[in-house]
């Protein structure tokens, strides 16, 4: 239980409270910068009602001013000066990319009748276009190398309580920037009126041009590295002379923070979280603590022990969230609610997983493991008789985009390396399908194989996350690739423009998806191009670059993929790589041990990118049994969710699946009652939530019937549970 905050110190603060100093409350110490953060702005941001977004006094903290309607619309307000946008204008623009990123804004989505700013916390549509007026502090936070630099956000609402304090973090998603997650827990804290603590954990839009030596700055407006000094948001730790060689022999490359940073940040996820929380705290006393007598300082009436914290967060920011909850030594964090968790456990060994009362075949890789798995088979997958789909839409995308050629070419090359089997297209696809069923992907996962490949993922993450765990630098091609601005017909690499990059803090989501920076295959005969382009060196065919792929997965398993030979200095990568890559990984994996703190996970049965085998069910029971029966986990999976609800705008995705964004809302709802109230929280259990239906790109309105509340007594069919130490779920 919290303790109250002092009535004594509160009477001095809050008006017409009258109560009697008589708790003899010891006097509290000044409020200072928790250690390693520089602040750098405090802005008002007042606006009630829809504006331009163009100052503070026209924004707010939610919508940036632009309300309900303005976050629904599909494009983000225009720069007055596209060249030099003002910083006020790029938070404007990425809060309204970031809010849409994390959920489905179009017609009949639920955007604006079950959830979105003008829905209230009960579910009503009351809160009219849904703007929230406060305060946002912003800082960085460094290690004293100059080189960290996080990114963090206290926002304040004005209708934050001092009776009640709250704070909800807000760890950025994906590998966004410190406005990630302001569509999600962001939305949900701020609407309960609790002070929301946002960071991009190392992430975000830190985009560096070694052409120019330009970088993104913490508030992302750009400037040379040098002009931008201590507030570069990422720069290369590269030199002058390095940087001309390396501009002469691969002109027009990129470099992005989460890649290339060398730092590995996603193993201080969890203490960024929790920095941010030190910082919510100090924010909050700077707002509503007295002055301390004889100074001009504030003192410290709000501590963890006095105020409600709820780690929230989705994908790797659900997984940050359980990092910081198992990182807490101090006590700051109350509950915990992680959505599709890209959660890595430690370990497979002493926990299982079931569905059904079935093991599965596998379960509780890191995230880097089967992508690369997924990276070698998944364009091949696609063209599985079984699941090859006679719609052209959006989840047919290879289709759509016309790639389907180039995973023939996959297929041919995997089978002249004895990777699959078969003497066609279709066989050599089934057995790829069948190799990912048995890496543990489920069924729901086989016609998703098609768009999640078609869309980049598997290439984009397989190049990213092994240069960011084996902390290398953008001068090492790592596996011959690059990244680059690129024709979109061709692939070739282009400049990136003036305007791209000065908009790139806003439009960016972090990743090499293409905006700006692309995933760019060197070693493509004829010359550099873009993975879906690239023609590999060994089978001399447009194969989506799998000799890169294949370089990929011998990095995170140390041994050559069409051989199992163990890598040696001579090989291509080396073990010496391999090894900084596998380092890498093992400082990301989780212990487990939640310090029996409650939690909520909450997932998708069809989530293809974070397959739940690998995380979420993965991680409950590895929670199960590290903690025994002081765990206080709930898992909820819901039937037809899947990774990404802004796909659910996309034709295909909109008629098959449900917004899983609602359930992290309950979810965050249930936690906050059970803090407060000691409300159970709803047990373990499948959600049976149906889709829509009707033709792709045209499904009817989604409504509350298709979005069955989780449930405070399951029934029998519906509960997940124990077998021994293997977590069973229904199918």
Not at 57 to 67: E, F, I, S, V
Not at 105 to 129: F, R, V
Not at 488 to 515: E, L, P, R, W, Y
Not at 593 to 609: C, E, F, H, Q, Y
Request: with cysteine.
């Amino acid at each position: 239980m919290k303790k109250p905050v002092s009535s004594c110190v509160l009477a001095a603060v809050v008006p017409l409270l009258l109560v009697a100093c008589s708790d003899n409350s010891s006097v509290d110490p000044v409020n200072a910068l928790p250690a390693g953060v520089s602040e750098l702005s405090r802005t008002s941001f007042s606006a009630t009602t829809p504006g331009s977004g163009t100052s503070s006094a026209t924004q707010d903290l939610l919508t940036a001013g632009l309300g309900k309607t303005g976050l629904g619309a599909a494009a983000a307000p225009a720069y007055a000066d596209p060249a030099n946008p003002t910083a006020a204008e790029l938070r404007r623009n990425a809060i309204h990319s970031n809010y849409r990123a994390i959920m489905d804004a179009s017609a009949g989505s639920g955007y604006g009748t079950l959830y979105g700013p003008n829905i209230d916390l009960n579910g009503g549509n009351t809160l009219g276009e849904g703007l929230i007026p406060g305060v946002e502090y912003l800082a960085r936070l460094d290690d004293g190398t100059g080189k960290k630099n996080v990114a963090m956000v206290v926002q304040i609402p004005a209708s934050f309580d001092p009776k009640n304090p709250c704070i909800v973090t807000g760890p950025s998603s994906g590998s966004r920037g410190v406005y990630g997650s302001v569509g999600s827990a962001g939305e949900w804290g701020l609407k309960r009126g609790c002070a929301v603590a946002l960071t991009d954990s190392g992430k975000g839009m830190g985009l560096y041009d070694p052409m120019d030596d330009t970088v993104n700055k913490i508030d992302g407006t750009r400037a040379t590295r040098t002009a931008a000094g201590a507030l570069s948001h990422f720069s290369a730790a590269i030199s002058d002379s390095a940087r001309a060689a390396f501009n002469t022999a691969f002109p027009n490359r990129l470099a992005l923070k989460h890649v290339h940073s060398q730092q590995n940040p996603e193993k201080d996820w969890g203490n960024d979280t929790l920095a941010s929380v030190q910082y919510a705290l100090y924010a909050i006393n700077q707002e509503y603590a007295p002055v301390a007598a004889g100074s001009s300082n504030r003192t410290v009436l709000f501590k963890a022990d006095n105020t409600l914290v709820i780690a929230g967060s989705v994908s790797n920011g659900g997984a940050a969230v359980l990092q910081a909850a198992e990182q807490d030594s101090a006590g700051l964090i109350d509950g915990v609610v992680a959505a599709e968790p890209s959660a890595q456990p430690r370990t497979t060994a002493g926990y299982g997983v079931q569905q059904g009362g079935v093991a599965v075949p596998k379960y509780g890789m890191s995230l880097i493991d089967y992508i690369t798995f997924a990276n070698i088979y998944q364009p091949c997958a696609a063209l599985a008789p079984a699941v090859v789909m006679g719609e052209t839409s959006y989840f047919n995308f290879m289709t759509l985009v016309g790639m389907n050629a180039r995973a023939g070419n996959r297929c041919a090359a995997l089978a002249a390396r004895g990777l699959v089997t078969g003497a066609d297209t279709a066989t050599q696809a089934t057995d790829a399908l069948a190799k990912l069923k048995a890496y543990g992907w489920l069924p729901e996962n086989d016609t998703m194989h098609n768009a999640h490949y078609g869309l980049g993922n598997a290439p984009i993450v397989a190049m990213m996350y092994t240069n960011a765990f084996g902390r290398f630098s953008m001068l090492d091609n790592l596996c011959g690739m690059s990244a680059a601005q690129v024709n979109a017909a061709t692939g070739d690499v282009v400049a990136v423009s003036a305007t791209v990059k000065a908009g790139a803090f806003a439009s960016g989501n972090g990743t090499a998806n293409g905006a700006p920076a692309a995933v760019v295959y060197n070693n493509s005969v004829g010359g550099a191009k873009a993975w879906q382009f690239a023609v590999s060196p060994t089978s001399g065919t447009a194969d989506f670059a799998l000799d890169a792929a294949l370089c990929q997965r011998a990095l995170v398993t140390g041994t050559d993929p069409a051989t199992n030979l163990a890598l040696g200095a001579a090989t291509t990568p080396t073990k010496a790589q391999s090894d900084l890559v596998r380092a890498g990984i093992a400082e990301v994996q989780l212990n487990g041990n939640l310090r029996g703190k409650p939690t909520l996970i909450v997932a998708g049965r069809s989530d293809a990118l974070v397959p739940i085998n690998h995380s979420s069910r993965a991680y409950v029971a590895f929670n199960r049994v590290t903690e025994g029966a002081s765990s206080k986990t709930s898992y909820y999976e819901v039937a037809n969710a899947q990774h990404f609800d802004t796909f659910l705008s996309l034709s295909g995705f909109d008629n098959r699946f449900v917004p899983l964004h609602v359930y992290f809302n309950q979810s965050m709802s249930a936690m906050y009652a059970h803090l407060k109230s000691g409300t159970a929280l709803p047990p373990s259990q499948v959600v049976r939530a149906t889709p829509r239906g009707g033709l792709p790109g045209a499904a009817p309105a989604i409504t509350a019937a298709n979005l069955p509340a989780i449930s405070a007594a399951p029934v029998a069919a519906n509960q997940i549970g124990f077998a021994g130490t293997s977590l069973n779920v229904p199918n």
